[in-house]
């Protein structure tokens, strides 16, 4: 009917309790089949599209730890997760053969949590070299409080890959009021990794609070982006143990692009390469000289064309010389990219002739991402079932979104430990102690007394409550008893 407006159809309650995690199929399927399988089903199956196509996942967040050092307004942990300990190592390990079991090698595992910091230093090590050695590319998502020059270089010796680190408004940090005065410590940060070989990230969110500031963010990364090589920036989504809720209406995947594109002093194509739903991720590229942002993407055709012809090649971000090795094997092999390739090449290096002159041939690469998180309470099915973004559980991967709208059901519920002599016993997740017999059937309940919630919580929750209008419901930091429609 003319002029009537489409509703979004959101996952009732029922659906989000019963979707369970990916389990591998037995029908003898490849990772990217399977992920191929995913974006046909769900109508983005396209061109331009790299799940499926470049690689099986996005990425896998592998949570080793539920605790954290910080108190951000917006934290997808639930008022549990303090109570939570860390999950034994051998169960880590299991889920990281479990994550090469379904995406297969040079898939990005993100060593995260909680700060995963916080796990035992030897631990930590370990559980990235053990990512490493299967083949894929382990990446430290960390506040970066711990992550020191010596961790660092430890973990970049056992085979770490990338750093992303988290520093923004929302984490209250002491005697910091404004986004500018946080460039202090990302640059502490920028000059911790410096020489490292690891590729470095910054994780923005974007929300109520400095929405207004994320054009002098951007400008901040542009003048470091002999360091710096990805921003990403995520979108406030109502979930998890903060006090933060509702994103301002302003708050959108445009006009955080429009504010990115403000700060690099450019427009940037973030619709040329595919990542997933389209409503979830958008993804650029550009190359700064003498501190100007040139975009890679600009030309669609070319770039789609030559993004799908080389979507079987995989980079060791970690070895330049043996990466160019590989463009150069391709390049052998597929010598159309030779004359369109490069009439692309010259035309991009002529408009950037100026800049490459100032800066004495010195050329930066930074990417940009934009992740629009859904809220708890508003789950699209098609959304869910097109993620490229997953986390790593005691079943199997699944949706990072869905995940944190049910955190619980996963950090509470017992596991599995082999014992030598017994066929299986079962680890508590409050406790830490192996037992005999299961705790219980499915989550455990945790007590008040040892919730933990992280300082200042209970506080705030109160204030929402007695600040809301007579017979109103405040959000739970979960799932709602009932789901909007």
């Not at 629009?372 to 789950?379: G, P, Q, R, T, V």
């Not at 619980?408 to 017994?422: C, H, M, Q, S, T």
Request: net charge neutral; proline share 4%.
């Amino acid at each position: 009917m003319a002029g009537e407006i489409a509703l979004t159809s959101y996952m009732t309650r029922e659906e989000i309790m019963a979707y369970r995690p990916e389990v591998l199929p037995d029908d003898g399927s490849t990772p990217l089949e399977r992920a191929r399988r995913r974006m046909i089903a769900t109508g983005h199956w396209n061109d331009a599209q790299h799940q499926g196509r470049r690689w099986a996942i996005g990425c896998v967040a592998l949570e080793i730890t539920q605790r954290c050092n910080l108190d951000c307004t917006l934290c997808y942990l639930s008022e549990n997760s303090e109570a939570v300990k860390d999950i034994p190592l051998d169960e880590v390990f299991r889920r990281i053969d479990t994550i090469f079991e379904m995406y297969g090698p040079n898939a990005d595992v993100q060593v995260t949590g909680g700060d995963p910091t916080l796990r035992k230093r030897e631990e930590l090590v370990e559980i990235v070299r053990r990512i490493r050695q299967k083949g894929m590319r382990p990446s430290l998502f960390t506040n970066g409080i711990k992550a020191t020059r010596d961790l660092l270089s430890e973990l970049a010796e056992a085979g770490l890959v990338d750093v992303a680190f988290h520093v923004d408004m929302t984490q209250q940090r002491r005697g910091y009021a404004s986004e500018f005065e946080l460039n202090r410590i990302r640059q502490d940060y920028i000059e911790r990794a410096r020489g490292l070989g690891l590729s470095v990230m910054f994780n923005t969110t974007a929300y109520n609070g400095n929405f207004h500031e994320i054009p002098a963010i951007v400008e901040f990364f542009v003048r470091n982006s002999d360091v710096v090589r990805l921003c990403s920036f995520q979108l406030q989504a109502d979930t998890g143990r903060g006090v933060e809720r509702e994103r301002a209406v302003v708050i959108s995947q445009d006009t955080v692009q429009a504010q990115i594109e403000k700060g690099a002093g450019t427009r940037i194509a973030f619709d040329t390469a595919g990542v997933g739903h389209p409503s979830c991720n958008r993804y650029a590229m550009t190359l700064v000289a003498n501190g100007r942002v040139h975009d890679v993407f600009d030309d669609k055709e070319f770039i789609t064309h030559a993004l799908k012809e080389s979507a079987d090649l995989q980079f060791d971000r970690t070895q330049r010389k043996k990466a160019l090795e590989t463009l150069g094997e391709w390049i052998v092999r597929n010598p159309w990219i030779l004359t369109s390739g490069t009439a692309w090449a010259a035309k991009k290096l002529w408009a950037m002739k100026s800049d490459l002159i100032a800066s004495r041939g010195k050329i930066g690469k930074l990417s940009f991402f934009i992740h629009n998180f859904m809220d708890a309470c508003h789950l699209e099915k098609n959304r869910v079932d097109a993620c490229v973004f997953t986390v790593a559980t005691a079943e199997g991967p699944i949706s990072m979104c869905l995940h944190n709208a049910k955190r619980d059901e996963f950090i509470l519920k017992p596991l599995k430990v082999k014992a030598e002599g017994i066929v299986e016993r079962f680890w508590n997740p409050l406790t830490g102690s192996v037992e005999d017999e299961m705790p219980a059937d499915g989550p455990l309940a945790v007590p008040a007394a040892h919730r933990m919630p992280v300082k200042g919580r209970q506080k705030e929750e109160r204030k929402r409550a007695k600040a809301a209008p007579a017979g109103s419901a405040v959000l739970s930091q979960t799932v709602p008893d009932e789901a909007a429609e």
